[in-house]
């Protein structure tokens, strides 16, 4: 509150109201002569994560959050898409944003141990133990052409494994059935999950699909930061 006036003797009826009208038209002058504030616009973008990398899509929201970005999530022509690993074609304007590790996992019941690369290149193949349920991706899921690439190198897998839909659904199977190995990211593990073999770790990707400009720039700069 402004300091008390000093004191004086009181006006006329008049007065207090001329003074009262001046005082109004005062303050509507200094109110419309005051700028109002300055939003910035908000910006929207697309995005998908492969669900292997649907924990950085986590990381991109909270970016967007901070930076007042909408993001609609699209499979179709995303502008941003997360994925692990290289794909056989890299695109121009690929960024790495982390990296994980992926593993052949087995129930923690199951009677497979570790295992050498050419123990698991058998066992997806077909030429293990019978008994062993050997779980796999759909063809050109990221992560199952990394382990395409890495262990089986040429080779098909066994007609007769059975297919995960995503990540999820091969960490739910590994974890609930004690004849399962499957492919996970480490972080997919899960309690009754242990590793059989490690396949490596690698890059998890944020690809653009044009080079990045406004609201697709901030979001990468801050997943790399992250």
Same mark, same amino acid.
């Given at each position: 509150?402004?300091?008390?006036?000093?004191?004086?003797?009181?006006?006329? *009826?008049?007065?207090?109201?001329?003074?009262?009208?001046?005082?109004?038209?005062?303050?509507?002058?200094?109110?419309?002569?005051?700028?109002?504030?300055? *939003?910035?616009?908000?910006?929207?973008?697309?995005?998908?994560?492969?669900?292997?990398?649907?924990?950085?899509?986590?990381?991109? /929201?909270?970016?967007?959050?901070?930076?007042?970005?909408?993001?609609?999530? *699209?499979?179709?022509?995303?502008?941003?898409?997360?994925?692990?690993?290289?794909?056989?074609?890299?695109?121009?304007?690929?960024?790495?944003?982390?990296?994980?590790?992926?593993?052949?996992?087995?129930? $923690?019941?199951?009677?497979?141990?570790?295992?050498?690369?050419?123990?698991?290149?058998?066992? /997806?193949?077909?030429?293990?133990?019978?008994?062993?349920?050997?779980?796999?991706?759909?063809?050109?899921?990221?992560?199952?052409?990394?382990?395409?690439?890495?262990?089986?190198?040429? $080779?098909?897998?066994?007609?007769?494994?059975?297919?995960?839909?995503?990540?999820?659904?091969?960490?739910?199977?590994?974890?609930?059935?004690?004849?399962?190995?499957?492919?996970?990211?480490? $972080?997919?593990?899960?309690?009754?999950? $242990?590793?059989?073999?490690?396949?490596? *770790?690698?890059?998890?990707?944020?690809?653009?699909?044009?080079?990045?400009?406004?609201?697709?720039?901030?979001?990468?700069?801050?997943?790399?930061?992250?």
């Amino acid at each position: 509150m402004p300091p008390n006036p000093p004191y004086r003797k009181p006006y006329s *009826t008049i007065h207090r109201l001329s003074s009262i009208v001046l005082f109004l038209l005062s303050s509507f002058l200094f109110v419309s002569c005051v700028s109002p504030t300055q *939003t910035a616009p908000t910006q929207t973008i697309t995005a998908y994560a492969a669900s292997s990398a649907q924990p950085w899509m986590d990381e991109l /929201f909270a970016c967007a959050n901070e930076r007042n970005i909408i993001v609609n999530v *699209t499979a179709g022509e995303p502008e941003i898409a997360l994925r692990i690993g290289e794909p056989e074609n890299l695109p121009a304007h690929a960024y790495q944003i982390g990296e994980e590790e992926i593993l052949i996992a087995a129930n $923690r019941e199951s009677a497979v141990q570790h295992l050498s690369l050419t123990e698991v290149q058998a066992l /997806f193949a077909g030429q293990g133990e019978p008994s062993v349920q050997v779980w796999v991706y759909p063809s050109g899921l990221d992560i199952f052409e990394v382990f395409e690439q890495v262990v089986m190198q040429g $080779r098909s897998a066994a007609s007769f494994a059975r297919v995960a839909v995503g990540v999820e659904a091969m960490s739910e199977a590994v974890n609930s059935e004690s004849d399962a190995v499957g492919i996970l990211p480490k $972080r997919w593990l899960g309690e009754n999950a $242990r590793e059989v073999y490690s396949l490596g *770790t690698f890059p998890v990707l944020a690809i653009a699909s044009a080079e990045p400009q406004g609201a697709a720039r901030d979001l990468l700069a801050c997943l790399q930061e992250s």
